[in-house]
């Protein structure tokens, strides 16, 4: 079956930087996406990936590795906003998105 | 403003009532979905439209009905739902359903509560 694995919950420290993991098993792959969610809000799109590298968008970056099956999502100079949930997708063969269960980020003071 | 807009924000029904949530989108895309948000679990596709016509419904429950009457217009019509039916209702758009870049622009949801 399909599976898309990150940590439920993150803890980390305003100004600081947290990464975050996401593993994938897939039929086929057409890029994976980073999406953040605000508490009663909509999710935002942050990042896509198709190829194997970092792209770099400000404090945040992306990592993809087809070949391992894995993705990070990096924030560096944590702000209080940052406190939301980011959920990793990743598109299969079939241009159908596969969602992981989103990891809750909580930044402290 | 999101660029998509759903109604309600929250409703509370009970099980033999009959409402409609509503999504509208002004972004000029082709692809409407319908997600649902249970804690702590990956979103679950409900239904697809592109360019109105249904293409995908991942076995939901027939006490689920949408309706796409045009291509900025989305409903899910609800009757006699389950408690276990309680969740954050999501409506997304996408300028095409089959791209790899297909990004998803989401509504605020609709939180659904069932008595």
């Known amino acids: 079956g399909q599976n898309i694995d990150q940590p439920t919950e993150m803890t980390a420290t305003e100004g600081a930087i947290v990464q975050i993991n996401c593993t994938y098993q897939?039929?086929?792959?057409?890029?994976l996406f980073w999406y953040q969610q605000h508490a009663g809000e909509a999710p935002t799109f942050l990042s896509y990936n198709v190829l194997d590298g970092l792209e770099e968008k400000g404090r945040f970056s992306s990592f993809l590795s087809r070949s391992k099956g894995y993705s990070y999502l990096l924030l560096k100079e944590l702000q209080m906003k940052d406190s939301a949930s980011y959920l990793c997708a990743v598109m299969d063969s079939n241009y159908q998105l596969i969602w992981g269960a989103g990891t809750k980020l909580i930044i402290k003071p | 403003e999101t660029g998509v807009t759903q109604t309600p924000r929250h409703l509370v029904m009970g099980m033999t009532n009959k409402k409609s949530l509503k999504c509208e989108q002004h972004l000029g895309h082709n692809a409407m979905y319908w997600y649902k948000q249970s804690a702590k679990k990956p979103l679950e596709l409900m239904f697809v439209?592109?360019?109105?016509?249904?293409?995908e419904n991942n076995s939901v429950p027939s006490r689920f009905s949408p309706e796409c009457p045009n291509s900025s217009h989305l409903f899910l019509h609800l009757h006699t739902l389950q408690p276990e039916d309680s969740a954050l209702y999501l409506c997304a758009s996408s300028q095409d359903r089959s791209s790899g870049a297909n990004v998803l622009t989401f509504g605020a949801g609709s939180r659904l509560t069932v008595l």
């Open positions: 439209y592109s360019l109105e016509e249904r293409v």
């Open positions: 897939t039929s086929g792959f057409n890029g």
